[in-house]
């Protein structure tokens, strides 16, 4: 059953080609079946999952070239998580995409849709840095398109931007993995994992700068501090479902370090051993003050939203930077919660959008609009999850950080930043609140400024796949129990790198 490893990849290229043929001449059998095709990924991850969660590492190398010649993906507790993230975000974004509406807009969308689910997909599965930067690109170029999409001054601006700053980092993939390549003589990340112990002491100094490199590459895509400016700008730039479906894009750079920092440059590297540690936790830090401070400065909700991803994306990479097995439990548990939370936010902010007539997303009080009240409780719920309040998931991770870094160096900094953001992001968000919903500019009584308001009953299923991001918050939240000790096992699984070495390699690379 090896070969399903390779459906998360199939799939979406079928469905994105599939598509293709019908969107002109009968859109809604090209809206059908990419909806079913995300059904199905979801379906698949849930499948993957139980299968990495015995603690088996399964590996498919294509074209039945063994490792390290040929290519190969590789399926372990970690990237079967990432990909059920992935499918659980999806399909609720792919379905309010199609209900507001968003995916009429142009011809293009869903096949842009799935090639970038298969970017995400290779990215998370792949076994050797150079496909990790084809996937790389695979799931850019997709996002080129649908940051694009529906047009506008604003977006055409900001997308230049996530061009020419991605380019840049694309640039600099190169370069690192050419670095390593020059060093170690392969790319396949098991294989180098075991040459880099033997590596002489005059590669050392060039191995340890290809480690920065890799590493920085990776924070640009994760926008950690000082690489951080493009995220804001860009995310609120774009359309909202798709600023939602981005919010998994940060999680494929923390992604990677979480994997080339564990497989590669752990204890057995040597003078490149944990080398980002010195620098990551400071500039985590710094961008988490950054993200919290200008989510409570925003002035529109998509500004709002999109620091808010900013500052919960630092909250993991902080647990990332630690380099340790407890922290890095706490920070899974986390990075399941901020993808879910932040995307949640986005979609109850373009339904609000679309509501407000004039008005939009601007913070500013404005008429009464159709669908106020169940929408302000869906944002209040949204805000309580993505600052990290209890009862909801978010509360739970962030208490999972704090506890577990009680013996690091930098505990009394995790500390003060995480508690003082926590506080920022709640001002931030009840002022935005406060604004929309409870200064309202007309009386409860009065008509409705927008016409909208006839037709609320029947808008109401566009809230739907708000409202199922947020059952898989509360499940997360009440599953926290299970959910905690899977990533725990998966955290023991990355610092024993021995085992995903045996499982490409064989048993003989591991000993």
Not at 57 to 79: E, K, N, Q, T
Not at 248 to 255: D, E, F, P, S
Not at 440 to 461: G, I, M
Request: some cysteine; proline content about 5%; hydrophobic content about 60%.
């Amino acid at each position: 059953m090896t070969a399903l490893i390779a459906a998360p990849l199939l799939l979406p290229a079928l469905m994105a080609a599939a598509t293709l043929i019908f969107m002109r001449r009968h859109r809604w059998i090209g809206a059908a079946i990419s909806i079913a095709g995300a059904t199905g990924l979801l379906a698949l991850a849930v499948y993957l999952l139980s299968v990495a969660s015995c603690g088996t590492i399964s590996v498919y190398a294509l074209g039945d070239w063994a490792a390290p010649f040929g290519i190969v993906l590789v399926l372990d507790r970690l990237s079967a998580m990432m990909l059920l993230i992935t499918a659980l975000l999806a399909l609720p974004v792919l379905c309010h995409a199609v209900l507001t509406g968003l995916d009429r807009k142009g011809w293009h969308f869903h096949p842009l849709f799935q090639f970038q689910l298969l970017g995400i997909n290779g990215a998370f599965l792949t076994g050797d840095l150079f496909n990790l930067f084809v996937f790389f690109e695979v799931l850019l170029i997709a996002s080129y398109g649908l940051m694009l999409h529906g047009q506008g001054p604003e977006r055409l601006k900001a997308g230049v931007q996530y061009v020419i700053v991605n380019l840049i980092g694309s640039t600099l993939f190169l370069f690192a993995i050419g670095l390593l390549y020059g060093i170690t003589g392969t790319l396949n990340m098991a294989d180098m994992a075991t040459r880099i112990p033997a590596l002489p002491a005059a590669d050392q100094g060039l191995l340890r700068a290809g480690a920065h490199l890799l590493t920085l590459v990776f924070a640009l895509k994760a926008a950690l501090l000082p690489l951080q400016l493009w995220l804001p700008r860009t995310y609120a730039g774009t359309s909202a479902p798709v600023a939602a479906l981005f919010a998994v894009m940060t999680k494929v750079g923390a992604y990677a370090i979480i994997r080339t920092s564990s497989l590669i440059f752990g204890d057995q590297a040597g003078a490149a051993a944990w080398a980002p540690e010195v620098w990551m936790m400071p500039a985590a830090l710094a961008t988490m003050v950054i993200g919290f401070a200008g989510l409570l400065a925003a002035r529109s909700l998509r500004d709002l939203a999109a620091f808010g991803l900013l500052g919960s994306t630092a909250t993991l990479l902080v647990a990332i930077a630690a380099f340790d097995r407890t922290v890095l439990t706490a920070g899974l548990y986390y990075l399941a919660h901020t993808t879910l939370a932040a995307a949640l936010l986005f979609l109850v902010v373009d339904l609000i959008r679309l509501r407000r007539g004039r008005y939009g997303d601007t913070i500013v009080p404005s008429p009464r609009f159709a669908g106020i009240e169940p929408l302000s409780a869906l944002y209040l719920l949204a805000a309580m999850a993505l600052a990290g309040l209890p009862p909801l998931s978010g509360f739970i991770g962030k208490l999972l950080i704090l506890q577990a870094t009680l013996a690091d160096p930098w505990a009394a900094w995790i500390w003060a930043v995480i508690l003082g953001t926590t506080l920022l992001a709640i001002l931030g968000l009840a002022r935005a609140g406060g604004a929309i919903f409870w200064k309202s500019a007309a009386h409860p009584d009065n008509p409705r400024e927008d016409a909208a308001t006839a037709k609320l009953d029947a808008r109401l299923v566009e809230m739907l796949p708000a409202c199922a991001l947020l059952a898989t918050l509360v499940v997360l939240t009440v599953a926290a129990g299970p959910v905690a000790r899977y990533m725990d096992a998966t955290a023991q699984q990355l610092f024993a790198p021995t085992h995903n070495i045996e499982a490409v390699l064989g048993p003989a690379a591991g000993g």
